[in-house]
């Protein structure tokens, strides 16, 4: 008969702690997630803002490089096409150096198409400029680098804004 007892006794307390012991252990899971949660929204809340400025400076790099904007910005009176195409050449790869670390707020696909659109500018550059005279005004090259730039369908730095916006919408979303 004491087998009977003590069975009678240790069954109920074994069926008592096996559910405490699932309860508790549900419930640090639980309290696991919502920790994790918390986390992650902080993250978030933290990152965001910083991300925004990442787009917002790459649209703004994109927008200083359009060859229109950039010519008036760096073309003085008495240029040599030369000079403005050392001086162009200077200004996009002082542009886009200034922006590297930005590339860590983005996904790849942006940064390969902000790549993309600096190797295209200094390319049109170049091309432009081994067709002029390189001792004759500035303006020639310039007219030329417009010329060629606004003759595209969709020109890299376009394309490269619309992903940009594109991505910051998803991210938004």
């Known amino acids: ?7 009678k006794i240790l069954l109920p307390a074994i069926l008592v702690l096996l559910t405490a012991y699932l309860l508790i252990d549900r419930l ?7 920790r ?3 986390l992650r929204k ?6 965001t803002p910083i991300r925004l400025r990442a787009y917002e400076r790459l649209i703004l790099v994109l927008e200083r490089t359009t ?9 003085k009176p008495g240029m040599t096409n030369l000079e403005l195409q050392t001086q162009l050449l200077a200004s996009i790869r002082q542009e886009f150096s200034h922006n ?5 707020y983005v996904s790849n696909e942006i940064w390969v198409h902000i790549r993309a659109t600096q190797e295209s500018l200094l390319r049109l550059v ?8 390189p001792a004759n005004s500035a303006s020639e090259l310039a007219e030329m680098i417009i010329q060629v730039y606004d003759t595209s369908e969709r020109t890299p730095t ?6 940009l916006k594109n991505e910051v919408q998803n991210y938004l979303s």
């Not at 170049?126 to 005279?133: E, P, Q």
Request: charged share 25%.
């Open 126 to 133: 170049n091309s432009c400029a081994s067709k002029c005279n």
């Open 100 to 104: 590297l670390s930005q590339q860590i």
């Open 1 to 7: 008969m004491e087998i009977m007892d003590i069975l």
């Open 36 to 38: 994790n949660f918390e």
């Open 28 to 34: 640090l899971k639980n309290e696991d997630k919502r």
């Open 158 to 163: 376009e394309l490269a804004i619309d992903k």
């Open 42 to 47: 902080d993250v978030v809340n933290t990152l």
């Open 67 to 75: 060859p229109s904007t950039l010519i008036v910005s760096v073309a």
